[in-house]
């Protein structure tokens, strides 16, 4: 008998993705928008005039918009350095899925020209964003309070820092003023 997941890996790449971008009505510009491609290469991928891509960044954009693994497509290959996704991450998806939001309907909830970098943020490819108005619009999304988005922000702006050469314990009163008063502005602002 086969299964679900033979049937899948089975079916040719081009194959897949023209049956996702049916069954979700989603429009190939928005898909290429999303994959961060342009709209006749989607159809040049759907209608075969191409190969399938093999780039492991283009190949895991697909997947995350699918949902689905980057394996399922028999022209991945596993990158040498494994994508490591953090503990922002795991807490988007987590409420993404509270909320029993598809990917798809996730990234439709954004800007068009922010789409791309949501996509590359659930495949674990980029940090979330520095930008606190970015940030908020991702809480906002998930009906998640500013306070704590805050945490994950504040850690990102942390490792930002430390990695530019700020020494914390040489500036211990300078990093707190700035994280109290970052703090005590998103809390206002959360009230209002």
Known sequence: MSTKKDSIITMKSSEMLYNFLENTHLHKKDFAQ?????LSYVYNLIDETIPFSTRSTTLERIATVMDISPEEFS????????????ETTEFIREKQKE???????????FPRKQRLEIVDILRGARPLPLDWEE?????????VSKEEMYDFWESRLRQLLQNSGFNFENN???SEAIFSCAREYVYKQAKS
């Open 172 to 174: 211990k009163g300078l």
């Open 34 to 38: 999303m994959i961060g491609v342009t």
């Open 75 to 86: 022209e991945y290959k596993i990158p040498q350095d494994p994508i490591v996704i953090d």
């Open 99 to 109: 909320k029993n939001l598809t990917t798809v309907q996730f990234l439709k909830s």
């Open 135 to 143: 940030v908020s619009v991702i809480a906002q999304i998930l009906d």
